[in-house]
Antibody
Framework: EVQLVESGGGLVQPGRSMKLSCAAS????????MAWVRQAPTKGLEWVAT????????YYRDSVKGRFTISRDNAKSTLYLQMNSLRSEDTATYYC??????WGQGVMVTVSS | DVVMTQTPPSLSVAIGQSVSISCKSS???????????LNWLLQSPGRSPKRLIY???KLDSGVPDRFSGSGSEKDFTLKISRVEAEDLGVYYC?????????FGGGTKLELK
């Protein structure tokens, strides 16, 4: 069974940084591309970033390009999202997903002074 | 970016009724490998999303066959036959052909 557990969220001031982690189990992590998807309060789903199975390719939505970095450690079966220069509009629940067929429980990130 | 337009935004249904949700894309979703990467997901209240259907019409493991997907190119439909209480929530279409990946705005399925 695919298990994805996010951590690292919380309250952060605008302009500061935060790093999310997603611990994967129940499948061979190094075989799958992974993604981060977010959902602002009362809003719909929004794709944030994708990374290939080996980490060689990464893709971002325009609004986070240059501020967010997706990465992975296949030896630790863990996905990361480094978020810098955070803005109020980044406030959302962040989900990690394995190719959209497995999802974590989500972690809340609130950007506010 | 590919715009995914989902209709209707909400549906009020009775248990046992059948419903359809439409999803139209602003560009063809046929990929260079000839596959069409159109997914349907359900987000039940307070829960994470769950994928129901991938590549237009393929059901994920454990998804009841009351769910079916159809369509091609830019026009797609999710049909739920004989709605059950566990089917309530927000349905999203998601295109996986083009970057950035884009979701429809969602269709909220509620009890009448």
């Amino acid at each position: 069974e695919v298990q994805l557990v996010e951590s690292g969220g919380g309250l952060v001031q605008p302009g500061r940084s935060m790093k999310l982690s997603c611990a994967a189990s129940g499948f061979t992590f190094s075989n799958y591309g992974m993604a981060w998807v977010r959902q602002a309060p009362t809003k719909g789903l929004e794709w944030v970033a994708t990374i290939s199975y080996d980490g060689s390719s990464t893709y971002y939505r325009d609004s986070v390009k240059g501020r967010f970095t997706i990465s992975r450690d296949n030896a630790k079966s863990t996905l990361y999202l480094q978020m810098n220069s955070l803005r109020s509009e980044d406030t959302a629940t962040y989900y990690c997903t394995r190719d959209y067929d497995g999802w974590g429980q989500g972690v809340m990130v609130t950007v506010s002074s | 970016d590919v715009v995914m337009t989902q209709t209707p935004p909400s549906l009020s249904v009775a248990i046992g009724q059948s419903v359809s949700i439409s999803c139209k894309s602003s560009q063809s979703l046929v990929a260079s490998d000839k596959n069409t990467y159109l997914n349907w997901l359900l987000q039940s209240p307070g829960r994470s999303p769950k994928r129901l259907i991938y590549q237009v019409s393929k059901l994920d493991s454990g998804v009841p066959d009351r769910f079916s997907g159809s369509g091609s190119e830019k026009d797609f439909t999710l049909k739920i036959s004989r709605v059950e209480a566990e089917d309530l929530g927000v349905y999203y279409c998601l295109q996986g052909t083009h970057l950035p990946r884009t979701f429809g705005g969602g269709t909220k399925l509620e009890l009448k």
